[in-house]
Nanobody, 124 residues
Framework: QVQLVESGGGLVQAGGSLRLSCAAS????????MGWFRQASGEEREFVAA????????RYVDSVKGRFTISRDNAKNTVYLQMSSLKAEDTAVYYC?????????????????WGQGTQVTVSS
């Protein structure tokens, strides 16, 4: 089992920045794909970014490319999401997820473990 705990959410003005953290415990996630998803009120959960913890391959949804950066610290079993130039439409609950997969997949159904989520609110 893998337990995931997100932190770093909050309220920020448009144009501002936040860094989310996702700390994994229970086992090493070095062989996992770690992803960030978000779910706005009344919307479906959507893929934001993901990274293969082994090798560092990344993938982003088009709407965050150039603004968000996913990174990892394998020694800390932690993945981060640096969010810059935030927009009101980035407002959502952000979830960290882990998938024991060889490649990055975009569907939430492919992820085995989930955190509890952290709220990000961007005021315009």
């Amino acid at each position: 089992q893998v337990q995931l705990v997100e932190s770093g959410g909050g309220l920020v003005q448009a144009g501002g920045s936040l860094r989310l953290s996702c700390a994994a415990s229970g086992r090493t996630v070095n062989n996992y794909v770690m992803g960030w998803f978000r779910q706005a009120s009344g919307e479906e959960r959507e893929f934001v970014a993901a990274m293969r913890m082994s090798g560092g391959t990344t993938r982003y949804v088009d709407s965050v490319k150039g603004r968000f950066t996913i990174s990892r610290d394998n020694a800390k079993n932690t993945v981060y999401l640096q969010m810059s130039s935030l927009k009101a439409e980035d407002t959502a609950v952000y979830y960290c997820a882990a998938a024991l997969r060889p490649a990055i997949l975009l569907s939430p159904a492919n992820y085995n473990y989930w955190g509890q989520g952290t709220q990000v609110t961007v005021s315009s």
